[in-house]
């Protein structure tokens, strides 16, 4: 099975600071995304990543980065916190190959205070 | 780039009544329509997919059905119980890029 793990379910942070979220995979996956989720708007997708040391911008990349140094392991980095990034953030994963299914981590809730 | 729509955003059935949710879509040329369940607390997990050249699938008590004319697909759910209670939520792949666009969800609840 499938297992997609993010470093924190729970996070606090405080305007300004750098923050990491990291998100692991064991499946040998290509293909990895991080998603915000917030209340009536869905899964929006931040950016995602086909290849070690590719990145490619989602609909909502604005004050966030990736880094995907390793294959398994993809972080989302917010640069300067701000509250309005205060939301669920959540990983996922897929084969490379055409119309498979996104494998998707149990979340990291964050507060920017 | 791919444009989701899904209606209703909140649903209400009665335990063994069937639900209906409805999705649209932009890109003529998608082809992938996966249909994701989240329960409170927990993650989106895939319970169902189409893909185009099919215009039906079924699952148990789930079922999705396509028509590519109209650009719109939708999900049935019959004899709905309790534990169907969570939010859906439809998607569809983006033709130019490896990215799934989704809609906005459905929180669906079960009456007892």
């Known amino acids: 099975d499938v297992k997609v793990t993010q470093s924190s379910r729970y996070l606090v942070k405080r305007t300004g600071e750098k923050v990491f979220l990291e998100c692991v995979q064991d499946?040998?996956?290509?293909?990895m995304f991080w998603y915000r989720q917030d209340p009536g708007l869905g899964l929006r997708l931040i950016y995602f990543s086909y290849d070690v040391k590719m990145k490619e911008k989602g609909d909502i990349p604005e004050g966030y980065s990736v880094s995907r140094e390793k294959k398994e392991r993809f972080s989302l980095i917010l640069e300067s916190a701000s509250t309005n990034q205060t939301s669920m953030y959540l990983c996922?994963?897929?084969?490379?190959?055409?119309?498979?299914?996104?494998?998707f981590g149990d979340g990291t809730r964050l507060s920017i205070l | 780039g791919e444009n989701v729509e899904q209606h209703p955003s909140t649903l209400s059935v009665q335990e063994g009544d069937s639900a209906v949710i409805k999705c649209t879509y932009s890109?003529?040329?998608?082809?992938?329509f996966p249909w994701y369940k989240q329960e409170l607390g927990k993650r989106p997990q895939l319970i169902i997919d189409?893909?185009?050249?099919?215009g039906e699938k079924k699952d148990q008590r789930i079922a999705v059905t396509l028509n590519k004319t109209a650009k719109h697909f939708s999900l049935h759910i019959t004899e709905t119980q309790p534990e169907d209670s969570a939010v859906y939520f439809c998607?569809?792949?983006?033709?130019?890029?490896?990215?799934?666009?989704f809609g906005s969800g459905t929180r669906l609840s079960i009456r007892p």
């Open positions: 499946m040998d996956h290509e293909n």
């Open positions: 998607a569809a792949r983006d033709s130019s890029a490896s990215k799934i666009i």
């Open positions: 996922a994963s897929s084969l490379q190959v055409l119309n498979q299914p996104q494998h």
């Open positions: 890109d003529s040329a998608s082809n992938y």
């Open positions: 189409i893909r185009s050249n099919v």
